[in-house]
C-alpha cells in the first residue's frame, strides 16, 4: 500500500528560524507526491506537489520541498519562518486517483 | 482548479439524529471523496463517490451509518446517520484535478 510517514507530531521553531518538516513515503515507484496546509477552521489548501518533473519544488508562501528517491523523502522546508505559518501541514501521496496522507505536523512559531 | 462549497460549517447535534452535509464543486468531476478527520488525527477517507452508482465504502465505514447520493457531477451529499458522540468529528468532501486534490471547508460536527 501506498503511505507517508510523518515525523513529528509536533515542531516548534523561533520566528525567523529554519522551518523544517519531515515525510518519507513508501514505494518502489516514485509517486506524486503533496505537501497541504491546514489552517485552524479551515479545510486544506495545497502547497506544492512533486509530480516527477524538478525534484526541487517551489511552492506558496516561501516553501519548498526536495524529492529525495535515494532516501525515499519529500521534506518541506522554509528559510524563515513566520508567525502566519503555525498551522497543521499533512504530506500526500496520490496513487490511483487515491490520496493517502500523513498524520500530520502541527507547526507552532515562537515570536 | 476547483472551488468547492461545503454546508454546513459546524453543527451541533443531538445523539441518535442524523445530519447531511452538502457539497457543490464549480467543475464536473467524476469522483468526489469524503473524508473523516477526528481531533488531533489525520485524514481517513471514507467513501468515494461517483455519479451513477453506489459509493464505494472504505474499511471500517458503511452505507447504512454514512450513506452517500452523488445525483450529477457537480454534487453530492454525506448524511452521518444514528450519530453518537464518536462521531464529532471534521468532515470534508474532495475532489480531484489534474492530480491534485482540492477541498471544502470541512464541516465540523459536535454530538452531544
Known amino acids: 500500500a501506498q503511505s507517508v510517514t510523518q515525523l513529528g507530531s509536533h515542531v516548534s521553531v523561533s520566528e525567523g528560524a529554519l522551518v523544517l518538516l519531515r515525510c518519507n513515503y513508501s514505494?518502489?515507484?516514485?509517486?506524486?507526491l503533496f505537501w497541504y496546509v491546514q489552517y485552524p477552521n479551515q479545510g486544506l489548501q495545497l502547497l506544492l506537489k512533486y509530480t516527477s518533473a524538478a525534484t526541487l519544488v517551489k511552492g506558496i508562501n516561501g516553501f519548498e520541498a526536495e524529492f529525495k528517491k535515494s532516501e525515499t523523502s519529500f521534506h518541506l522546508t522554509k528559510p524563515s519562518a513566520h508567525m502566519s505559518d503555525a498551522a497543521e501541514y499533512f504530506c500526500?501521496?496520490?496513487?490511483?486517483?487515491?490520496?493517502?496522507f500523513g498524520t500530520g505536523t502541527s507547526l507552532t512559531v515562537i515570536p | 482548479s476547483a472551488v468547492i462549497s461545503q454546508k454546513p460549517s459546524r453543527d451541533i447535534c443531538q445523539r441518535g439524529t442524523s445530519l447531511t452535509i452538502q457539497c457543490q464543486v464549480d467543475s464536473q468531476v467524476t469522483m468526489m471523496f469524503w473524508y473523516r478527520q477526528q481531533p488531533g488525527q489525520s485524514l481517513t477517507l471514507i467513501a468515494t463517490a461517483n455519479q451513477g452508482s453506489e459509493a464505494t465504502y472504505e474499511s471500517g465505514f458503511v452505507i447504512d451509518k454514512f450513506p452517500i447520493s452523488r445525483p450529477n457531477l457537480t454534487f453530492s451529499t454525506l448524511t452521518v446517520s444514528n450519530m453518537s458522540p464518536e462521531d464529532s468529528s471534521i468532515y470534508l468532501c474532495s475532489v480531484e484535478l489534474a492530480t491534485e486534490a482540492f477541498f471544502g471547508q470541512g464541516t465540523r460536527l459536535t454530538v452531544v
Open positions: 500526500a501521496v496520490n496513487r490511483g486517483n487515491q490520496f493517502y
Open positions: 514505494s518502489s515507484v516514485p509517486p506524486y
